[in-house]
């Protein structure tokens, strides 16, 4: 058996092109025979939908006094996604105006993530708000545990010791 020459890296690419051209042309040909070369072309591009556009400051203080007449008729906070429903608009058109009244102080946030609701700031509501999840409670201290490397040596002793009593 002759040695076979080892390629250099641009002779290796050379034969990988080649093999490359022959099997796209053996595809179109094979795609040509059977009429389906032109069903096989790339779907057009679609283009890119409108540009959004900000809501002006008007369109922000209506959303705003909506959310506030809204939470005044409510008798319990509300999460955003009752706000949103109620007001016919979608849950992050709903959330800027909402953090705005936050920061504002004309709105109370109580709970988190889902738990979440929104009642008006100084209004006593009948039902507590809800919380979501209950608040934590200190976790205890953690065990801390020796390096690896002396663990190893207690279980090497404990091998020992039980060697020694057999």
Known sequence: ??????????????????????????????????GRWDEAA???VEEPGPKRVRRSEAALEEVCAEVIDLLRRAKEPLAISAIADALGL???EVAHPLSLLVEE???????????????????????????????RTQRPPRTVRPPKTLRSSKKKERKRSTRRKR
């Open 1 to 34: 058996m002759a040695a076979e020459k080892r390629l250099t890296r641009a002779a290796l690419r050379q034969r990988v092109r080649a093999m490359a051209r022959d099997i796209a042309d053996g595809l179109v040909e094979l795609l040509e025979r059977h």
């Open 42 to 44: 790339p779907a057009p």
């Open 90 to 92: 979608g849950r992050r």
């Open 105 to 135: 102080g004309k709105l109370l946030r109580s709970g988190t993530r889902r738990g979440t609701r929104y009642s008006l700031a100084g209004r006593r509501t009948l039902a507590p708000p809800r919380t979501g999840r209950p608040p």
